[in-house]
């Protein structure tokens, strides 16, 4: 009896203790596409925005949809990027400022043929509150170039409706950050 009694005010102590853990979605893991590497879940965040590179393909010699067909002039790089929008009001990503980093200190565009090709999102794209999204970047370049990084141009606005009035950045934000691709 004494025991059960020291066991109850363990468990109200700690019940009371404050100490609460967030609790975070359980989900299927997902199969890696043919031929595509999947990315050790490293991230960066931009305002109220976590990109993540999830996976990633590299010497691809064209891409296929189902209207066109395109060789690659070296080869194309496709980046799987999950983004995660944490705060209270969409934010814009703007797909084509979103640069491809190679190891000789070189940076490359989006391929917009392959883009279109591939039917993935084009323009300024959008994630509204509390989204998660996935997409598919495709760069074209030289065939021996070595991949290192995705430099991410974010928004780095925060939804807190004052600093909206104000223009106001999230608190330590920054506009660009490196996303490493390689495991």
Same mark, same amino acid.
């Given at each position: 009896?004494?025991? +059960?009694?020291?066991?109850?005010?363990? #468990? #109200?102590?700690?019940?009371?203790?404050?100490?609460?853990?967030?609790?975070?979605?359980?989900?299927?893991?997902?199969? @890696?596409?043919?031929?595509?590497?999947?990315?050790?879940?490293?991230?960066?965040?931009?305002?109220?925005?976590?990109?993540?590179?999830?996976?990633?393909?590299?010497?691809?010699?064209?891409?296929?949809?189902?209207? +066109?067909?395109?060789?690659?002039?070296?080869?194309? @790089?496709? @980046?799987?990027?999950? %983004?995660?929008?944490?705060?209270?009001?969409?934010?814009?990503?703007?797909?084509?400022?979103?640069?491809?980093?190679?190891?000789?200190?070189?940076?490359?565009?989006?391929?917009?043929?392959? %883009?279109?090709?591939?039917?993935?999102?084009?323009?300024?794209?959008?994630?509204?509150?509390?989204?998660?999204?996935?997409?598919?970047?495709?760069?074209?370049?030289? #065939?021996? #170039?070595?991949?290192?990084?995705?430099?991410?141009?974010?928004? &780095?606005?925060?939804?807190?409706?004052?600093?909206?009035?104000?223009?106001?950045?999230?608190?330590?934000?920054?506009?660009?950050?490196?996303? &490493?691709?390689?495991?």
């Amino acid at each position: 009896m004494r025991m +059960a009694g020291v066991a109850l005010t363990l #468990a #109200a102590l700690t019940a009371c203790s404050g100490t609460k853990s967030t609790p975070t979605y359980h989900l299927p893991p997902q199969p @890696v596409r043919e031929l595509e590497s999947a990315l050790p879940g490293k991230h960066v965040n931009i305002g109220e925005v976590t990109y993540t590179a999830i996976a990633i393909r590299t010497d691809i010699v064209s891409v296929v949809g189902s209207h +066109a067909d395109l060789l690659a002039k070296g080869q194309y @790089v496709r @980046v799987r990027l999950s %983004m995660a929008n944490s705060g209270k009001t969409r934010h814009n990503l703007d797909l084509y400022k979103q640069r491809l980093l190679t190891t000789d200190g070189k940076d490359y565009n989006l391929s917009y043929d392959a %883009m279109e090709i591939s039917r993935a999102p084009d323009g300024p794209f959008s994630i509204a509150a509390q989204e998660v999204r996935e997409l598919d970047l495709w760069y074209d370049i030289p #065939a021996k #170039a070595k991949v290192r990084a995705l430099r991410i141009l974010g928004d &780095p606005s925060s939804s807190r409706l004052s600093d909206r009035l104000t223009g106001t950045p999230v608190a330590g934000s920054t506009t660009t950050a490196d996303l &490493p691709l390689t495991s």
